[in-house]
């Protein structure tokens, strides 16, 4: 069974960076797609960023140039570093990761870490 556990969130003042990571476990499961979402309370969850398996990237327009997705050597952790943070990236978010082999609706997700962007 794989299992997603994101960490790295919390609270930051606007201008700030945080980094936040996501660790798969799992023996024979690699992040090949990684992606990562975020979400307010009473809205539907957003693409922030992916990572694909060639190690191409993609981004929300809005976070383009401030943030940063990559994944380690082995495929096992995912990141997302995140700069000149603005009050608007306030959102719970959450890791998503599947294999190369799978559908999209079979991959993972992660609990979720809060990130806050306040004065």
């Known amino acids: 069974q794989v299992q997603l556990v994101e960490s790295g969130g919390g609270l930051v003042q606007p201008g700030g960076s945080l980094r936040l990571s996501c660790a798969a476990s799992?023996?024979?499961?690699?992040?090949?797609?990684g992606r990562w979402y975020r979400q307010l309370p009473g809205q539907q969850r957003e693409l922030v960023a992916t990572v694909v398996n060639s190690g191409t990237t993609n981004y929300k327009d809005s976070v383009k140039d401030r943030f940063t997705i990559s994944r380690d050597k082995d495929k096992k952790s995912l990141y997302l570093q995140m700069n000149a943070l603005k009050p608007d990236d306030t959102a719970t978010y959450y890791c998503y990761a599947r294999t190369r082999f799978q559908m999209d609706n079979d991959g993972y997700w992660g609990p979720g870490t809060q990130v806050t962007v306040s004065a």
């Open positions: 799992g023996t024979s499961f690699t992040i090949d797609i």
